[in-house]
């Protein structure tokens, strides 16, 4: 696969990041009215960006060199959404104030959140490879040969 191929392999990343982030960020915003609520949005998060993330690597083949491409890209795109999120919360608390997730959750609460978001998708989306290529009719039945 050529590097732009897979450059647009990625496309998707920002695509379904800007709504999740949204949610975040409206989540983020009701936290300090409902106090009980911060613990909840890394949850609500990852229940959200998993399903995304699986959908998007299931089937996109592997360019890496070893057997485990879904659960590595889970992880970058986990990483991806981490540091949009981090890039977009410096830039909206720098400018107009406003309470991000990063506020919330603190940094390292932020990226772990999205990158436990990746890691389940990409888990996700290797089980289902896994299955799909150890199907009976592409298992290959191993008979031996007596040669005396």
Same mark, same amino acid.
């Given at each position: 696969?050529?590097?732009?191929?897979?450059?647009?392999?990625?496309?998707?990343?920002?695509?379904?990041?800007?709504?999740?982030?949204?949610?975040?960020?409206?989540?983020?915003?009701?936290?300090?009215?409902?106090?009980?609520?911060?613990?909840?949005?890394?949850?609500?998060?990852?229940?959200?960006?998993?399903?995304?993330?699986?959908?998007? !690597?299931?089937?996109? #083949?592997?360019? %890496?060199?070893?057997?485990?491409?879904?659960?590595?890209? =889970?992880?970058? $795109?986990? +990483?991806?959404?981490?540091?949009?999120?981090?890039?977009?919360?410096?830039?909206?608390?720098?400018?107009?104030?406003?309470?991000?997730?990063?506020?919330? !959750?603190?940094?390292? #609460?932020?990226? %772990?959140?999205?990158?436990?978001?990746?890691?389940?998708? =990409?888990?996700? $989306?290797? +089980?289902?490879?896994?299955?799909?290529?150890?199907?009976?009719?592409?298992?290959?039945?191993?008979?031996?040969?007596?040669?005396?």
């Amino acid at each position: 696969m050529s590097l732009e191929n897979e450059i647009k392999t990625w496309f998707w990343v920002p695509k379904f990041w800007v709504p999740l982030y949204l949610l975040g960020l409206v989540l983020a915003i009701l936290s300090p009215s409902l106090v009980m609520l911060s613990w909840a949005i890394p949850i609500i998060i990852v229940v959200a960006a998993a399903p995304i993330i699986y959908k998007n !690597l299931v089937g996109g #083949g592997c360019s %890496l060199r070893f057997q485990i491409c879904a659960l590595v890209k =889970g992880m970058v $795109a986990g +990483i991806l959404f981490g540091g949009l999120s981090l890039l977009a919360d410096m830039i909206l608390q720098n400018t107009i104030s406003l309470t991000t997730m990063s506020i919330v !959750l603190g940094l390292e #609460g932020v990226y %772990l959140t999205w990158f436990f978001a990746g890691v389940i998708g =990409g888990i996700g $989306a290797r +089980i289902i490879e896994v299955q799909q290529y150890s199907t009976v009719g592409t298992i290959r039945p191993i008979v031996e040969t007596k040669d005396h």
